[in-house]
């Protein structure tokens, strides 16, 4: 090699946007943080305006519904590309894409729920054209795994095609959404929504969980086998249709007695079955190694939740007033989703950067304060708390542990692998 050729002192070094490009982690791994750490700073400037912080925000679109809109489409999808697009090939035993490949539908995704934000407090078409950007681009990450998991031949293909059913759902929901929007009609798109999230995101983290953790397990304690049958998986599905099915039943239902107790009934027997799946998998010896107990505990979350909102329905069917209103929600989308998120992207991140597979002592920190974010929103949900205040902490509490997340690990993606190895 020449000198002219040799790299400048420093060049390996530094932040470099063109690596971006060098994986597809990499690229939608640091959009999926962008859009994170702007729409948890929003959400926090919008309660603590609530709260009383006099900031005067205007808005042409519900809060609420930006909020919960972002809050289930926006990042997840984006770090599911990043993992799908990084594990699924090797699942499937075919090639996956390049970063290039799939870089303008996660651009027309991020740069939607970028403009969703700002648009929400300018003009209500202003955030549908955001909602068709990111539909757009949804769409194209959906088409673009169905061709991976058609060009297989490997004889498992049950996760892979059960994940790809769930990004079109994801796709439809976006599209229901949009259509509510345009209509005026605010129940219908809480409606979309929450079927989304149910059908779409929590579908996706079940599937993967079932097939992760236990291997997770079992290839750092030894002693655990990675039980994970498919029955079980059709039980964690199962749920995740039912909730979403169920946004609509209540409905049409209302003021039911009947299926208050039946949904009731439904979710506490889930929450068993998902606290004891946790057991079966090794929730006790998974404390021993932090990256793993982070995994297991979140999905402990998921048992909590639907626990919580069971004992608030079966409060509504018998006192015409939920327990709990929306403690069960942020148990499951903050407590489950969020440390499950924190979890397999700080795993992915140190797996594909050249860095060693441990939780240290900075995102262990990070993981115990989302717990703390978590707890303070459920408990704004008890009656005669100070709700206003207790939202408003946590959302300051999970917008700091994003922020701070968010910083450490985009930092990675634009730099060389530590270990000098190519991706």
């Avoid at 939607?112 to 539909?135: D, E, I, P, S, T």
């Avoid at 990004?167 to 229901?176: D, N, R, T, W, Y």
Wanted: charged share 10%; glycine share 10%.
């Amino acid at each position: 090699m020449t000198a002219a050729a040799l790299p400048r002192p420093g060049a390996t070094a530094r932040w470099q946007w063109r690596r971006l490009l060098l994986a597809p982690h990499r690229l939608a791994f640091f959009l999926a943080m962008v859009v994170l750490v702007a729409a948890g700073l929003w959400w926090a400037l919008v309660l603590f305006d609530r709260a009383g912080a006099a900031i005067g925000l205007s808005h042409a679109v519900s809060p609420t519904t930006v909020h919960s809109t972002v809050m289930a489409f926006g990042f997840m999808p984006l770090f599911f590309a990043g993992f799908l697009f990084t594990a699924g090939p090797r699942w499937l035993g075919v090639r996956g894409p390049a970063a290039r490949e799939i870089a303008t539908p996660l651009l027309l995704m991020s740069g939607g729920w970028l403009l969703w934000l700002v648009a929400a407090q300018v003009h209500v078409g202003l955030a549908l054209a955001a909602l068709l950007l990111v539909q757009t681009g949804l769409a194209a990450v959906t088409a673009r795994f169905w061709r991976l998991v058609l060009a297989s031949d490997a004889p498992d293909r049950i996760h892979a095609k059960a994940v790809g059913c769930a990004l079109v759902a994801g796709v439809c929901s976006l599209g229901g959404l949009a259509i509510a929007l345009a209509a005026g009609l605010p129940g219908a798109a809480r409606g979309f929504v929450l079927t989304g999230l149910w059908s779409f995101v929590i579908a996706i983290f079940v599937i993967v969980a079932h097939r992760m953790i236990p291997f997770f397990t079992s290839s750092a304690l030894p002693m655990v086998d990675a039980w994970r049958p498919f029955w079980v998986l059709g039980a964690l599905l199962g749920v995740a249709l039912f909730e979403a099915s169920a946004v609509w039943l209540d409905g049409m239902l209302a003021g039911s007695a009947a299926w208050l107790v039946l949904r009731g009934l439904v979710e506490m027997a889930a929450a068993a079955v998902v606290v004891w799946l946790m057991f079966a998998w090794g929730l006790v010896q998974s404390l021993k190694v932090r990256l793993l107990a982070m995994l297991h505990l979140g999905f402990l979350w998921l048992g909590l939740g639907l626990a919580l909102s069971g004992a608030s329905t079966l409060g509504a069917a018998f006192t015409g007033t939920p327990l709990l209103p929306l403690a069960g929600l942020h148990a499951i989308t903050m407590g489950c989703l969020g440390s499950l998120m924190l979890a397999m992207v700080t795993r992915v991140s140190c797996g594909h950067s050249g860095r060693p597979l441990v939780a240290d002592n900075p995102i262990w920190t990070l993981f115990l304060l989302l717990q703390a974010a978590t707890l303070l929103r459920v408990a704004a949900a008890v009656p005669q708390a100070p709700s206003a205040l207790l939202a408003a902490a946590a959302a300051g509490v999970w917008a700091g542990v994003m922020a701070a997340w968010g910083i450490r690990y985009g930092s990675w993606y634009g730099h060389a692998r530590a270990d000098g190895r190519p991706g």
